[in-house]
């Protein structure tokens, strides 16, 4: 009998486990993919292996089809192995705070930072202990009707870390509004925190000078058993469901991905790139297509208030079939690869690797759109704050360039009362 690897997710989960000590052999102990590899391990095969444990799931899996989603993930390390390898992240690269140039400085950056955290605490205050009580779908409803928008731009300005570092100021309101924005999360029931905080520990340890074992194992960790023990929270209000059976069943890839396999092509045909071309075609105002979480209710549960959420390497499969999958993050690693290896050359850079490494682990559970809307969106965010920063700062120099002159101007005018007044003297 031949053997076939997608009836046997075992085989699928170790070779996908077998990625993380290649990359760190290969790249070093610093190689950010390395980390963000076991991430999506944890994310995609927890499920799985929870599964063949004998312990619970996500509810409506289709268990006949565990193995063939395990060959999709397994190929979704394939893609991010195969071009993690040939792209190779830089040794050399040093801490963006001391390339930061005097002239790119963006001062309006503490005060976008302050106006983000004030607008968590007003609404903390304005809620106040009705986010104590009732589901996470209640929360929401009290935080207003801004509450994603604010997830979104929080995402945009933690990806401000380095340039935040610049002066004092920017430190204080950095951390301030990072506390805020934990707060917030805590408070609405939102995990989106967590994420940021795995991007920049990776980030901060990437730069460190010490050569000694990344201390973002231990952060790692300890980010894990925390979200962990919030969606234990969340899910049944009680922090003592955080075993080890919950911190295996992170979120609904798994689901996902067995009954995207189960309908398609059966019921409907691969879409043949059509998901992507709607997450562009939402980027322009007044347009709106159905993003493929609503795609996934409508069929699973046709008018269900709940949401399932959805995943890369199901979007990848329902587009082109398992061939899709590595391809897909192939190309994210690519991005993700040329990016941290200019982390240290400008601003910019240093701001989109954090920022793309958050919608990568975000998108990683939910599809191209929400992952493309993130790195649009934060590109204008960014750019917006470095063009106000940009003109205040041309100001201020033709200003201080005015009051020279006119210094020089007073100064040559004195010289020249001087000079007459001496020869009429004589």
Sequence with gaps: MPFDLAAQPWWSAG????????????????DMLAYLAAYFLLFGFGPVVSHLLGGTIYFGTNTLLIGRAALGLLLAFAGVA???LLLRQRRDIRDPIQQLETGRRMPLVPAVLALLALYALGVLAWGGPAFLAGNKLDRIAVAGPFHYDYLLLEMCACALYFIAQESSTGRFAYRVNLGAYIAYCLATGERDFVFVLFALVLHRELVRTERRLPRSVLWGAGLLLGATALFALRGSGSPGGADAGAILNQGSVLFVDTWVMGHVPSTEPYMHGASYLHALVNLIPGQHRAPLAQWLVDRYAPGSDSGYGFSLTGEAYA????????????????????????????????????????????????????????????????????????????????????????????????????????????
């Design 15 to 30: 070779l996908a486990a077998l990625v993380l000590p290649v990359l760190l052999f290969a790249g070093g102990r610093r």
């Design 82 to 84: 195969a071009a993690g």
């Design 319 to 426: 587009n082109f079939g398992l061939a899709g999958i590595p391809a897909l993050f192939a190309l994210l690693t690519a991005v993700h690869r040329w990016l941290v290896n200019r982390v240290d050359r400008a601003p910019v850079y240093a701001y989109a690797s954090i920022l793309f490494t958050v919608a990568w682990m975000y998108g990683f559970r939910g599809e191209s759109q929400s992952l493309l809307k993130t790195v649009v969106y934060g590109a204008v965010f960014f750019g917006v704050i470095r063009m106000i920063s940009a003109r205040g700062h041309d100001s201020a120099r033709a200003h201080e360039s005015a009051r020279a002159h006119d210094s020089d101007r007073a100064r040559d005018s004195a010289r020249a009362d001087d000079e007459e007044a001496a020869c009429v003297s004589s």
